[in-house]
């Protein structure tokens, strides 16, 4: 039951994302289906006039708001300096989503271009027990912005992560956003929509399928819907155009697990309550006899089963309690057990009377069962027909004992072939640093200084980390069919790109310098599909390129998203002023903390403003794992822990059926059978039984690992069958191992001492 409650905590937190907004049924975002080559790509991204002009689209949108994607930004407030989590939103933001305000109005809060709303653990942690509200702060190191209200913290179990809130208008005032920002091919803004309170967004999604085309993007077929916001967490996988699941398969799995788990621990029950029948018979007999009806029998064992697992329940409070700090670790939650909820002591109980009403039922209709004449003469001695509904039960827990641990190794197989991929770039000793306008201004100075130091063997910027992808785009070339429209990862960068990442150069060159503006790389997916036999020198044009860029270099595949995902194709285009992330390799050294150093204090003087922040390439590439990593972890736990509870109820029915063949088996030993072949007479039956369950788990296994898990990855495993033999192994010995030393130490035992009373 702890281990259940346990799962439970996490499948509720899970259940719970975002439900703290009180119309959270009323919000969506805005969502794009986009039918092109033969396939429908979903994405979230929209052009920014789609924020005002849907209203007129449909008269039940009561709001809209737009903001960025969110990021860090830098807070000074004098010599104290923050770098915090920050969105960029519209006015309307605070008044659609309902993020409780200690101080301000959520109507007005943003109206102002130069406010910005903080959450009160930044209020704190820059103004301390000072009144923050009409502050000034300075942000990333060119603005000032006056502090215009004050949040609660943001819990935990939200969508948007955020310390501070900056009214979007900042972003619409800078020059990019003047010369392309506002264009309606410009898909890179969230836009988020409040319906009016009962509004179906089915039926608003037909006034809005049509409504890109309305504005003249005819280039593709691209159908807008709203995507309702308590799906955003648990369905975020979409497929031709449809959700088909996300972390929900997760809750669904880890749900079953509880239940599975609490089955094995009932069928523990049903079996021991059952195998040591007899020593309640007289008891049931004498009950008969003096008027007990079968119903009343029926109510007193239930009850007891009921008390039981009340007694159960609260050591398992106990254990939760302890085990709750280590878990919270592990699950990178805060989770805990809301004891003043009067909720969560209505759903215990119910959930207590259920498990104990299911795990006593059985042993209650069969004890109540027994004829008061024949137990009280003494004939309660089972025979093979009673054994056999608790063989039935010993092969339903072994086969989700089996499940459980055939499915671990299919997910750890899974993980470490994703792991071992080639990458198609080098990991060792790559750091990436956040871009900033002085790192700009100062780029080339930096590069030099950091590879003369002797710390660094090359450095680059680009618009995006190795590690995401920030932008993606439509490529032209000659020969490329009309109602072609292919998807290409866009790269923007300057020379030393390849060297630095440490990319592989399959044919051509990297870029050089400034003459390279008209240069484009590709890689390798790329050149497959465009069918071309030489690609090098070939004209291609994007962004509405009509002056076209060549091709001067094929690289190979980079794993840059998903690592379950094939290699998409790619172009890098010379464009050094579209820069988000530095990227620098250090030296061969042994002496790391000496290089960072040196790297430090260059960045220091020519970046002063900004604390020194760096990320690992491959600490940051190893974040991907997170959640199947936990999955994994907490697979291995609990299939642990279900063989562990079968092992203990085939524990008891082995020592109990030892006990009954007591007498049978000192009868054999004084007849010359040796102990080994009692052994194997005792053991063989519960043998058969693994195997039966192994034979019925393979297929379900199957099933479920194929169809539900591998199938989500693009880039999977095979179903690897020796973990079928593997896993029938393990329960297998298991099974042996608990079973065949109760059979030893019946054989072992003085005959003389069973047939004594004979």
Sequence with gaps: MASSILILLWVADEL?????????????????????????????????????????ADSRIKNTCVTNWGGTSLLALGETRFKKKSYYVSEEYLEMFRFPLVQGDAATVLDDPASIVLTEATAQALFGDENAMGQIIRVDNNTDLKVTGILKNIPSNSSFEFDCLISHKQLESQDWFKDEGASWD?????????????????????NLKDFLASKGQIDIVREMFLHALPEWRLYSNFENGKISGGRMDYVQGFSLIAIFVLVIACINFMNLATARSERRAREVGVRKSVGSRRHELIIQFLGESVLITLLAFVI????????????????????????????FWALSLLVVVIIGVISGSYPALYLSAFSAVRVLKGRVIEGRSAASPRKVLVVVQFLVSMLLIISTFVITEQISYVKQRDLGYSQENLITIPFTDDIGKNFKVIKQEL???????????????????????????????????VV????????DYTKTMGIKVLEGRDFIDDRDSTSVLVNQAAVDVMGLDHVIGTKVGYWGNENRSTIVGVIENVTMGSPYRSASPMFVTYVPSWSNAVTLRLEATTDISGAMAKVENVFKKYNPAYPFEYTFVDQEFAKKFATINLISTLSRMFAVLAIIITGLGLFG??????EQRTKEIGIRKVMGASVTSLVTL?????????????????????????????????????????????????????????????????????????????
Excluded: C
């Design 653 to 658: 029915l082995a020592s109990f059926m030892a």
């Design 451 to 485: 590879v003369s130091s002797g710390a660094v063997a090359s450095i680059t910027r680009s618009n995006s980390p190795i590690t995401e992808v920030y932008s993606n785009n439509f490529l032209d070339w000659p020969g490329k069919p009309k109602d072609q429209k």
């Design 316 to 343: 398992a409070l106990f254990l939760v309690e302890l085990s709750l700090p280590l878990y919270n670790n592990l699950t990178e939650k805060k989770l805990f057990l809301d004891y003043s909820n009067p909720m």
């Design 186 to 206: 410009n898909y890179s803004f969230q836009v988020f929509a409040e319906l009016q309170p009962g509004t179906l967004k089915e039926e608003v999604d037909g």
């Design 488 to 495: 290409f990862i866009t790269i923007a960068t300057e020379q």
């Design 682 to 758: 005792i053991t063989k039956e519960f043998s058969w039984l693994v195997i039966i369950a192994l034979v019925l788990a393979s297929p379900i296994t199957w099933w479920l690992m194929t169809k539900w898990f591998l199938s989500r990855y693009a880039y999977r495993i095979d179903f690897p069958w020796w973990t079928l033999l593997l896993g029938g192994a393990i329960a297998l010995v298991f099974a042996l191992l608990i079973v065949g030393t109760q059979a030893l130490k019946a054989a072992t035992a003085n005959p003389a001492n069973s047939l004594r009373s004979e």
């Design 16 to 56: 719970s994302f975002d439900s703290f907004h009180d119309n959270a049924n009323d919000l969506s975002q805005v969502w794009v289906n986009a039918k092109f080559d033969g396939s429908v790509s979903t994405y979230n991204s929209v052009p920014y006039p789609t924020y005002t002009e849907i209203r007129s």
